[in-house]
């Protein structure tokens, strides 16, 4: 096999290799997913109960807060009680008293209800946690095995780059042309192998003639059916 085919199917290769490896890592989140599906069933609801608390304990601190408005408000109101000099403005008062205070009895119940409901949670959320993490562990070997798995797969990818970069550059510009401008036109494969007489990227039979001079390998030919550059595989070089 002379230099230049040599490089050709070097080429070809790491392509193959590239694209296999950017395959596998594209696979990695949906791989993550199916694991992660697994523990949605025991997840799910740990994850809502601990949103319900984080908006439980918010909604208390903001009642707390209402709470004490309210108590500062009706301190004022009863403050104006012995300065009213009219049946109007002192029915006035009392109105708006009785509706501070419906207000602040309905902030306390709320307030109550939500206290009740975060001791309940706070009850169930051990119990939800550790569910959750039985679930995880069960997963947990595989989850490492799919890290080592992108670690590997990322690795390679970049050495297959960082040679190709290198194989592009030892070789002349116009194979390098001419190869990228064949795997363009036939789906990435410009190299295939002669097996048996036949090109095994169309399946197309090849002229005794070419067979003859991929043997002599003084020359790089081409498949007269699909035009990809040829090789004989190894069966058919020891024939």
Known sequence: MNEILEQLLKLQRLDTAIRARGHDL???????????????????PLEKARAEKTALEKERADL????????????????????????????????????SKKERDRAEDQSLK????????????PALESTYQEGESKVSQERAVLASEQELCSAELL???????ALQTAMKPAWFKKYTHIAAQR????????????????????RPKLVQDLHYGEEVVFCEGC?????????????
């Open 26 to 44: 594209q696979q990695i989140p949906k791989k993550s997913k199916l694991i992660d599906d697994k523990v949605r069933s025991v997840r799910e």
């Open 64 to 99: 707390e807060e209402a709470l004490k408005a309210l108590e500062e408000k009706e301190r004022k109101l009863k403050l104006k009680m012995p300065g009213i000099r009219s049946n109007e403005e002192y029915s006035a008062l009392l109105k708006e008293m009785d509706s």
């Open 114 to 125: 939500d206290m009740e409901r975060l001791e309940q949670l706070d009850k169930e959320l």
């Open 159 to 165: 050495q297959f780059k960082k040679e190709r970069q």
């Open 187 to 206: 789906n990435g494969l410009a190299v295939a192998a002669v097996k048996d007489g036949t090109c095994q990227g169309c399946f197309i039979g090849v």
């Open 227 to 239: 035009q990809r550059i040829l090789y004989l595989d190894d069966a058919s070089r020891k024939a």
